[in-house]
C-alpha cells in the first residue's frame, strides 16, 4: 500500500482527475442549485417587502415607538402604561394600575401588575394589548381576568389584564 504513494502516476494523472471531477461537480451540481436558491430567496424577499409595506401602509402609528437614536429605557409599568394608553386613546381615568415588588427567582427578576381598563371598546383594548407588547418585547399577559360587556352598550367593555414583565 504504501508503494501507491511512490508512484508518480498518482501525483500526475490520478490528483488532477480528482481535482476536475470536483470542479466539475460544482459547475454541473452545485452552482445551479445555488442559484435557484437565489432566485427563491429573491422572491421571499420581495413577497416580504410587500407585506411589510402593506403593513406599513395599514398602520403607520407602529412607527412611533422605534426611535433609533435613543437607548433602551428602565421599564416602569406606570410610564408604560401611560404611554401606550395616550397613543390608544385611553383615557387616565379609564384605566387603573396595580404593580408589585420586583422578585428575583433562580437569578432572574420578574415583576407583576395588574391593569384594568373600563370603559373602553374592544378595538382600543387590542390595540393597547398589542402596542404594549409589542413596544416592550420582556412584556407578557400572563392572563386575561376579566372581559365583560357593559350592559345597554354596543361596543364597552371592561377588562383586567394581569401582566409579568422579565429583567
Known amino acids: ?7 508518480p502516476i498518482v501525483y500526475y494523472i490520478l490528483i488532477p482527475v480528482i ?5 466539475l461537480s460544482v459547475w454541473a451540481v452545485r452552482l445551479p442549485k445555488a ?3 437565489l432566485k427563491n430567496e429573491r422572491s421571499e424577499y420581495t413577497k416580504a417587502q ?13 412607527l412611533e415607538f422605534t426611535d433609533a437614536n435613543s437607548a433602551p429605557a428602565e421599564f416602569a409599568y406606570v410610564s408604560a402604561v401611560d404611554k401606550v394608553a395616550g397613543f390608544c386613546g385611553i383615557p387616565s381615568a379609564n384605566y387603573k394600575l396595580s404593580s408589585g415588588p420586583v422578585i ?4 432572574k427578576k420578574s415583576q407583576t401588575a395588574t391593569v384594568g381598563l373600563k370603559d373602553v ?6 390595540k393597547f394589548l398589542s402596542s404594549i407588547q409589542l413596544r416592550w418585547a420582556d412584556l407578557e399577559c400572563v392572563q ?3 372581559l ?8 364597552r367593555w371592561d377588562v383586567d389584564l394581569e401582566f409579568k414583565y422579565y429583567y
Do not use: C, H, Q
Open 104 to 107: 428575583t427567582r433562580r437569578g
Open 1 to 7: 500500500m504504501k508503494d501507491i504513494y511512490k508512484n
Open 19 to 23: 481535482v476536475a471531477l470536483w470542479a
Open 50 to 62: 410587500n407585506i411589510m409595506l402593506e403593513i406599513l401602509t395599514l398602520d403607520p402609528d407602529r
Open 144 to 146: 386575561l381576568r376579566k
Open 148 to 155: 365583560k360587556k357593559k350592559a345597554g352598550f354596543p361596543d
Open 121 to 126: 371598546s374592544i378595538t382600543k383594548f387590542a
Open 35 to 37: 442559484e435557484r436558491s
